[in-house]
């Protein structure tokens, strides 16, 4: 099992992945629209046996009160299922964290389970003041500080890139 950041040439099995994980193609289709779209973006890839069978993206997101916060949203991120539960996700995670702080990115927030994303740090969203465009129970919205105390003075609503438009369900 190796991560690494997607190369020229994985667009095929990133698909793949992404429309094996989940019911629809819609997480494929947004995964090329960021790759053509958004900028600094974050894709890694997991392989096993030559095979891409994880994948996981993070583009940047908006904060209405401090536009110079640079945040990341995880999203999407999948693992196929013959594959899943055991421990690829997280290293994945545990990969993007690195990188997004290498970078000097200030903070990473994602949308998804909260029994989950709490093993690598990630906090309610709310406990810094700040919230989705998307109408979800407060412990499903998670942000992770990459350098202590840079959510601080956050407060206000981060929203992800356009692309996440096609999804749905924000308001
Ligand atoms: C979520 C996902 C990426 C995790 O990848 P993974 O390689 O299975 O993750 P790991 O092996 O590192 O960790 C497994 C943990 O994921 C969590 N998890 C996975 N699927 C879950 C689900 N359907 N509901 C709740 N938690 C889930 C559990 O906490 C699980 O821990 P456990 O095995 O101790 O119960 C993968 O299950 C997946 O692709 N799911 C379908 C697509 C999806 O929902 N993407 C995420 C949107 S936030």
């Known amino acids: 099992m190796r991560i690494r950041p997607e190369q020229p040439g994985d667009e095929q099995g990133i698909r793949r992945v992404n429309i094996a994980a989940f019911d629809t193609d819609a997480e494929a289709r947004l995964v090329d629209r960021l790759r053509m779209d958004a900028s600094p973006l974050l894709s890694l890839v ?3 046996h030559r095979e891409i069978v994880g994948h996981l993206m993070c583009s940047p997101m908006r904060c209405d009160n401090q536009p ?4 990341f949203g995880l999203a999407p991120m999948a693992v196929t299922p013959a594959h899943q539960r055991q421990g690829i996700g997280s290293l994945l995670v545990d990969e993007a964290i690195e990188h997004a702080q290498n970078i000097g990115f200030d903070a990473m927030v994602v949308l998804g389970y909260p029994e989950y ?3 690598f740090g990630f906090v309610p969203a709310s ?3 700040i919230h989705s465009t998307y ?3 407060d412990e499903v919205f998670m942000a992770l500080e990459l350098r202590p105390g840079s959510l601080g003075v956050a407060s206000g609503i981060v929203r992800y890139h356009n692309a996440f438009e096609a999804l749905g369900d924000a308001h």
């Open 46 to 48: 997991a392989i096993e």
């Open 117 to 119: 994303y709490p093993r």
């Open 68 to 71: 110079r916060l640079q945040i």
């Open 135 to 137: 109408d979800v129970p």
């Open 127 to 129: 406990r810094f003041g």
